[in-house]
Structure formats: C-alpha cells, structure tokens
C-alpha cells in the first residue's frame, strides 16, 4: 500500500498541494509513519482561491505551513467517524469543524471523495481550500 505522499502524486490531481508540501518542508512529516487524516484539495480547488491569492501564500513560508497543517489531522479518521465527532483539532492546533445536514463538509469544503486508505493514514478529498481563521 502507498503512503499518502505517493498517492496524492499517482492522483495526478494535486500537483498544487504537492508542490505546497514541498515548499514549505513538510514532505517528511506527511511520509511518516502517521496515522494522519489529510483533508487533501485538489487543483480545481486551488484555483477557486482568488488571482493573487495562490503567489501570495507561496511567499510567505509561515501562512503557507499554517494552511497546510490545518488540511492534517495526527489521526486516522474515516468517514463512518466524521458522523459521530464535531470537530476535531488539525495539526496546527485549530480545530476545524464537521457538518453532515447537507453532503459531508469539513469547515466550508465539501467531502467529495472520501476513505482513501494509505500505508499512513487515509484521504479525503475536499473542492475548497481550507483557511485557518
């Protein structure tokens, strides 16, 4: 079984949020032995973000980290536990908060693949970026 790092590559849609992990150093972390949860949006995604926005973030290491970690959670939490918890606190220390009343939602991204199993932990996979506040 792959790690998460080897199946966000294979996906083929993620190329933004890979590009990110490398950026700011945290692909050894994601290769670990985990358990983590990674609430992974796709390009489509990252490009919903306003013009200026994604160069923006790339220019600033510490808010590009911040984003990231909030899109990892330190456990493995499938979708059969996203019914049953709230909220949970992400890698970054902020929580972040589930709603099921219309689709599944993690803060304001939709759920639109979930259950993704790697060697590490599992995927989800959301159509928005998420944004620590």
Known sequence: MKNLVETTIDAGNFKTLIQFILEADLIDIIRSDGPFTIFAPTDEAFSKLPDGVLLKILEDKERLTEILTYHVVP????????????????????????????????DQATITKSDIECSNGVIHVIDEVLIPH
Do not use: A, H, P
Not at 90 to 104: I, Q
């Open 75 to 106: 456990n493995k939490i499938m979708s059969e536990d996203v019914l049953k918890i709230k909220k949970t606190k992400t890698f970054n220390g902020k929580e972040v908060s589930f709603y099921t009343s219309n689709g599944v939602k993690i």
